[in-house]
């Protein structure tokens, strides 16, 4: 007898990290989403060269923890698998929903939204399904989820809002080939309303290219 598969809904608790106080200088939030095995409270290192009291962070926290390189000491968190994906994918949703709730991020202050690496597909998913009002969105050595089309961004004012596409020029995991498909995944979801940065480096976040966004 095959076994048979069923789901359950509960309720969940999940942190996240912050950098810098949000006050009436802040100029802008940055809600920055880590890569395969990152924490929060780390990736926030990456941002702690910007202007503290113009910038605000929120990092939230990828929910699936586990043990790196198959020793029982540093842990990092990924954000979805191939296994229930789209499932995994509305209750980080809902997470995300209770985290602006929780912060209550005033309407002058300029929204600037990061995907690093894994981090992108979280970022595009959001912003699509939740139809969210940004100043930059910056989609950092990382894929755009394949199932997105150009009316899920039809409600971009590009006026209003930039795309930037940045990647290091010796990263590993950015191929060739890999780099021209995003290249005509970009054109065909964006058209021309966007921009690419490359950096002299690898698959990594750099500082210094954070700071062209403040």
């Not at 979805?80 to 994918?89: I, V």
């Not at 989609?139 to 809002?161: N, R």
């Not at 080939?177 to 309303?193: A, H």
């Amino acid at each position: 007898m095959e076994s048979t598969k069923k789901t359950v809904a509960y309720t969940n608790t999940n942190s996240y990290e912050t950098l810098n106080n949000l006050t009436s200088q802040t100029k802008n939030v940055w809600i920055v989403f880590h890569g395969i095995g990152f924490l929060s409270r780390y990736f926030l290192r990456f941002f702690k060269e910007l202007n503290p009291k113009q910038n605000y962070i929120i990092a939230p926290q990828a929910p699936s923890k586990y043990y790196l390189n198959g020793e029982y000491k540093y842990v990092g968190a990924s954000w979805l698998t191939k296994e229930d994906t789209q499932t995994e994918m509305e209750n980080v949703l809902s997470y995300l929903d209770a985290v602006m709730k929780s912060e209550k991020i005033p309407e002058d202050k300029r929204l600037i939204i990061l995907g690093f690496s894994q981090g992108v597909s979280i970022a595009s998913r959001w912003i699509t399904k939740r139809k969210l009002i940004f100043d930059r969105l910056i989609l950092y050595a990382g894929g755009i989820p394949s199932e997105l089309k150009p009316k899920d961004f039809s409600f971009i004012d590009h006026k209003k809002s930039t795309i930037h596409l940045v990647y290091g020029d010796t990263d590993d995991y950015l191929t060739k080939e890999r780099l021209k498909l995003e290249k005509e995944k970009s054109d065909y979801l964006f058209k021309d309303n966007y921009e690419i940065r490359v950096f002299h480096g690898g698959h990594e976040i750099k500082p210094s290219v954070l700071k062209q966004f403040e």
